[in-house]
């Protein structure tokens, strides 16, 4: 995603150079065409992603809860993710990755003013690819990382404050921090901050903005004496799967070409992920409770969150590394903080997509280096890189804890959060949506 966007911005100081008029005419007369074998792997990375939201997610998510909940947790991340595709195309896109912009927003191509099917955008080699292919990839980037922020909330809040609450999240926290790490001129991008596909952007992001909303919400109702065990790990095992196949397309997508690089990326997204399952369940053996499926869809997800940063900015065996210490740390987070510290954090987003990612993203100026197998040049000291992947760690916590506050608070002012005592009693599949996940 680096590369691409340098590109890009040399492209734009290339443009402002005065040249004869002939050689204008010349330059319109070969306009660039998409590479047709990159533009398909690109589309189909792009739906390898939707596979991640619909059904991955909803059924990762549904599984976890209690069955009265299952079809409302299912259809807030389906409603979350459509309405996130319209605000994509109508601004979004221009606040991220707009043709005008400063250090922490951009604007201009809103409503994709400009844009059509001879559209291009530039990949990372002479190449392009068609720029609706590169928008809708982006599109599933935002819709997924709002979805991921309601895994914290599920059970207990109202299905408009979701849509409220989301319109406005994007608005204010992802739209900005997309800018600032993956785009030219972007704050953190200027700084050099290595983020391949979203640890920052994605997953630290939707992390805090879970603990934040998760607080302000307060816990469901009977939490933490009742038991609110997973009603079908089944569901949640085929959801884990899923998410697995489609962060191919997450992770390898995200060079943007059909390259060796991506090849990386793919091999390190097996790898860091198989990490993360196995080392989840030998925490849970060594404290002494029996390797679980929970345990192992866990550990999947903390391997894949930890390697989304590094998957091209690491050798094989940094991301093995990588996946295994991710999974120990977001064990402990999930397992022994949450309880200490008593949030209702429903479906561990903070403790793994956040937790999970700040390893991920501060990991990746280590794994990056050449002595540890990385693509690195050893141009940056690993200390410098480190410094720079730690304070772009602490804008986005700043950023996403601050922008998910006043997002709850508009949706509370417009809404209301909860629903009442009686919806959450009965769950909010019938009080909600006036159905059953299950009719028996």
């Not at 309405?83 to 979004?92: C, K, S």
């Not at 700040?358 to 100026?365: E, F, N, Q």
Request: charged fraction near 10%; charge should be negative; glycine fraction near 14%.
């Amino acid at each position: 995603m680096r590369k691409f966007l340098t590109k890009l911005s040399g492209m734009a100081a290339l443009a402002s150079i005065s040249v004869p008029a002939f050689a204008q005419e010349a330059a319109e007369a070969v306009a660039p065409v998409a590479n047709p074998g990159n533009n398909a792997w690109m589309m189909t990375a792009t739906i390898l992603v939707l596979l991640m939201i619909l059904p991955g997610l909803a059924l990762f998510y549904g599984g976890l809860t209690r069955t009265k909940n299952m079809l409302s947790t299912m259809t807030q991340i389906g409603a979350a993710a459509c309405l996130a595709m319209l605000i994509w195309v109508m601004y979004g896109y221009g606040l991220a990755f707009g043709p005008e912009g400063n250090a922490f927003i951009s604007w201009g191509k809103f409503f994709l003013a400009g844009v059509d099917s001879s559209s291009t955008a530039a990949t990372f080699s002479d190449e392009v690819i068609s720029e609706y292919v590169f928008i809708s990839f982006q599109m599933t980037f935002a819709a997924i990382t709002l979805a991921l922020v309601l895994g914290s909330v599920v059970e207990r809040m109202k299905f408009s404050a979701v849509m409220v609450f989301g319109a406005v999240w994007l608005t204010i926290v992802y739209f900005p921090i997309a800018h600032m790490v993956w785009a030219g001129g972007g704050l953190l991008f200027e700084m050099g901050a290595l983020d391949f596909a979203g640890g920052t952007v994605v997953h630290i992001n939707a992390g805090v903005s879970a603990l934040v909303a998760a607080l302000i919400l307060g816990n469901r109702k009977g939490y933490p004496k009742e038991p609110m065990a997973p009603h079908s790990l089944t569901l949640t095992m085929i959801g884990t799967g899923l998410l697995w196949v489609g962060w191919f397309g997450f992770n390898a997508g995200s060079e943007l070409e059909a390259d060796g690089t991506a090849g990386l990326a793919m091999i390190n997204t097996f790898v860091a992920t198989a990490s993360g399952a196995l080392f989840w369940m030998l925490a849970e053996k060594l404290s002494g409770h029996k390797g679980s499926a929970l345990g192992f869809c866990s550990g999947v997800i903390a391997g894949l969150v930890a390697v989304t940063p590094a998957a091209g900015n690491s050798g094989p065996f940094g991301a093995i590394i990588l996946g295994a210490v991710a999974s120990l740390v977001c064990y402990y987070a999930v397992s022994f903080l949450k309880p200490k510290l008593g949030y209702d954090d429903s479906l561990d987003a903070f403790g793994i997509h956040g937790v999970g990612g700040m390893v991920g993203a501060i990991g990746t100026g280590i794994v990056y280096q050449p002595m540890f197998g990385g693509p690195g040049d050893g141009s940056t000291a690993m200390g410098a890189q480190v410094v720079t992947q730690i304070i772009g760690v602490l804008v986005t916590i700043g950023w996403a804890g601050i922008g998910t506050a006043i997002a709850m608070f508009i949706a509370k002012l417009v809404t209301g959060l909860r629903v009442s005592e009686e919806v959450e009693q009965e769950g909010l599949d019938l009080g909600e949506h006036g159905e059953r996940a299950y009719n028996y």
